[in-house]
């Protein structure tokens, strides 16, 4: 009885080491056959020509970082706006925002002005970072040197 025992573990344990086996080959083989993809360096976006307008109009009033491309938002709908940066915000303003170098500038297009200019806050998740506390979020949210934006 125990030998029959050994034979059927032996069977058990030669079908696994085979199926595995296969299983090797088969993912190798096919491996090979997959395509290789090879990427070159990334392909600059071409920045549109309204933007590269609104740098040069803004860039003329201060100094902008030069080897960054701002995201740039239009102000649509002020009622909206629950910051302190936009405190003196009008339908129509551009906001420029530079991610890397964290500056925010809102811009009046009609009268070519700057309105205001601070720092960049980038929020990744949902509360804010995790140590701040209400306090301070309420106060940072009421200085108009700071625009806060969720990504």
């Known amino acids: 009885m125990l030998t029959q025992k050994k034979k059927i573990i032996g069977i058990i344990i030669g079908g696994i080491v085979l199926f595995s086996g296969m299983g090797y080959v088969f993912v190798t083989s096919h491996h090979k056959q997959l395509p290789q993809i090879k990427f070159d ?5 071409p920045v549109p020509n309204a933007v590269k307008n609104l740098i040069k109009d803004v860039g003329k009033k201060l100094p902008l970082p030069a080897d ?3 995201t740039v938002a239009t102000v649509t709908d002020v009622s909206k706006l629950n910051q302190a940066f936009f405190l003196n915000a009008e339908k129509g303003d551009k906001i420029l925002m530079f991610i890397t170098s964290k500056q925010a500038f809102l811009y009046r297009p009609s009268t070519g002005k700057i309105i205001n200019k601070g720092t960049l806050e980038i929020i990744t998740d ?11 979020a309420s106060a940072k949210q009421s200085d108009p040197s700071i625009l ?4």
């Open 41 to 45: 360096s990334p392909t600059p976006v």
């Open 68 to 70: 960054e491309t701002p």
């Open 126 to 136: 949902q509360s804010g970072t995790a140590s701040e506390s209400a306090a301070s």
């Open 148 to 151: 806060r934006v969720k990504f």
